[in-house]
């Protein structure tokens, strides 16, 4: 199973960016990044997916250097909604060699 | 509507009664995922299905059955309900195909079952 380390919780302010890493030491060639978004009480939802350098969306931006052993999330001006358990997942979903870490708790304060 | 739906979303049983959970997608998607999400921490995959008549195993299997003879569903069954199954439950579907790196997971909404 492909394995990610991530600080088990963040706190930050709103108006402030916040930027969540992830490690993936054993991420393998053909291996994407994928971050998840949860809410209490609600299941997991896509924020962003890369494989090398840097992308963004509307929502966030994820930087991945060049080794891949690692990724960042960024949260741009984070506001109390964005207080939630972000996920990292690296591995072929469909081949069962990708598994969800217990992921970031943010906490965003007013 | 079109989507992912899980059914019921609660559930309260006994120590040893069967439980089915159900799980109903209308994208025609290959992919369905079974995952369980205990308090306080991520999700572990169960079972996995890349088409209908086709499961896996994932990481926590023991004590669970699936089925799926149509593409649409994937029921997940505890045939001999124990305390420690007590969790959320989630079904989840991609649309890609294997050995693609870059598939993304649309989860339901989730199914909270307590064994008592």
């Known amino acids: 199973l492909a394995k990610t380390t991530q600080p088990i919780s963040m706190d930050s302010y709103e108006g402030q960016e916040v930027n969540i890493t992830c490690s993936h030491n054993n991420i393998a060639t053909n291996d994407y990044i994928t971050w998840y978004q949860q809410f209490p009480s609600q299941g997991p939802r896509f924020i962003i997916q890369g494989y090398k350098t840097k992308v963004t969306n509307e929502v966030a931006s994820l930087f991945i250097p060049a080794d891949r052993k690692s990724s960042t999330l960024s949260l741009p001006r984070v506001s109390l909604s964005d207080t939630a358990v972000y996920y990292c997942l690296v591995g072929d979903i469909n081949a069962g060699k990708s598994t969800f870490g217990d992921g970031t708790t943010l906490t965003v304060k007013p | 509507d079109a989507g992912i739906t899980q059914s019921p979303r609660y559930k309260i049983t006994e120590t040893g009664r069967q439980v089915t959970l159900m799980c109903h997608q209308t994208?025609?998607?290959?992919?369905m995922f079974w995952y369980r999400q205990d308090l306080g921490h991520g999700l572990r995959l169960i079972y996995y299905s890349a088409a209908a008549d086709i499961t896996d195993k994932g990481e926590v299997p023991d004590g669970y059955v699936v089925s799926r003879s149509k593409t649409e569903n994937f029921p997940l069954t505890l045939e001999s309900a124990t305390r420690s199954q007590t969790s959320v439950y989630f079904c989840a579907t991609t649309p890609g195909q294997r050995f693609s790196g870059a598939n993304v997971l649309t989860f339901g909404a989730g199914s909270r079952l307590t064994v008592l």
């Open positions: 994208w025609s998607h290959s992919y």
